[in-house]
């Protein structure tokens, strides 16, 4: 039971270069969630979906933009990316609402360095 | 503003010791506040669970503790072992909004 997993786990890009990182997860949950973890500071949710074809903004989205086309498939997409998106990309599913239960299972983190 | 604060930043201590890591949250109402462990280049891995109702938890060496009056948490662990050196975050569910809301973490090294 692999649980969830990023792909890839370290990239480099240089300003304005787009990507995507995909999280895969086997566990069948609906809601699933993109966060970044920069240092000193609490995880922050980017975007986060409540089921399969849905999506919706957290926090801090501008930059990003993300796709639940299968249920066990999230991506996040840089469309451009700047310096200010240095960063640990952290992605998360849940049985139901973190809200409700608060237990989020994450990945193993893509580390981004944009030059 | 919902907030969570964790102190404190960071603490170490000798293998065998007992520690405590604290957490100041202004979240209200909440529903549930969680500890989780996230060890260097993983992902956070929940510890506990705990409801406004609760007032200790444990699981192993580590015990949670809940004031939901004062609005405080605390993480015990005790008899510290080199594999707890990790990062330490509390988090609080806001279910006004719908929200989970992240402290900083407390890093935690463990010393032989």
């Known amino acids: 039971n692999a649980g969830v997993t990023q792909t890839p786990k370290f990239r480099v890009l240089k300003t304005g270069q787009s990507m995507t990182l995909l999280c895969a997860q086997d566990?069948?949950?609906?809601?699933m969630y993109w966060y970044r973890q920069d240092p000193g500071m609490g995880l922050r949710l980017i975007h986060y979906?409540?089921?399969?074809?849905?999506?919706a903004k957290g926090e801090v989205p501008d930059g990003y933009n993300v796709s639940r086309l299968k249920k066990q498939n999230f991506l996040l997409g840089l469309e451009s990316a700047a310096p200010s998106q240095t960063s640990v990309y952290f992605c998360?599913?849940?049985?139901?609402?973190?809200?409700?239960?608060?237990?989020?299972?994450f990945g193993e983190g893509s580390r981004l360095t944009v030059l | 503003k919902n907030q969570v604060e964790q102190s404190p930043q960071s603490l170490i201590i000798l293998e065998g010791k007992n520690c405590t890591l604290q957490?100041?949250?202004?979240?209200?109402?909440?529903?549930?506040l969680r500890w989780y462990k996230q060890d260097t280049g993983r992902g956070p891995v929940s510890l506990t669970i705990m409801t406004f109702s609760e007032n200790t938890k444990s699981n192993g060496r580590y015990t949670a503790t809940l004031d939901a009056d004062t609005k405080q948490s605390s993480l015990h662990i005790t008899a510290s072992q080199l594999s707890d050196s990790a990062s330490y975050i509390c988090?609080?569910?806001?279910?006004?909004?719908?929200?989970?809301?992240f402290g900083q973490g407390t890093e935690l090294s463990v010393k032989p």
């Open positions: 998360a599913s849940s049985r139901v609402s973190g809200a409700n239960t608060g237990e989020l299972f």
């Open positions: 979906s409540v089921g399969e074809g849905t999506t």
């Open positions: 988090v609080v569910s806001a279910p006004q909004g719908g929200k989970l809301i």
């Open positions: 957490c100041n949250y202004t979240v209200s109402p909440f529903s549930n």
């Open positions: 566990m069948n949950h609906e809601y």
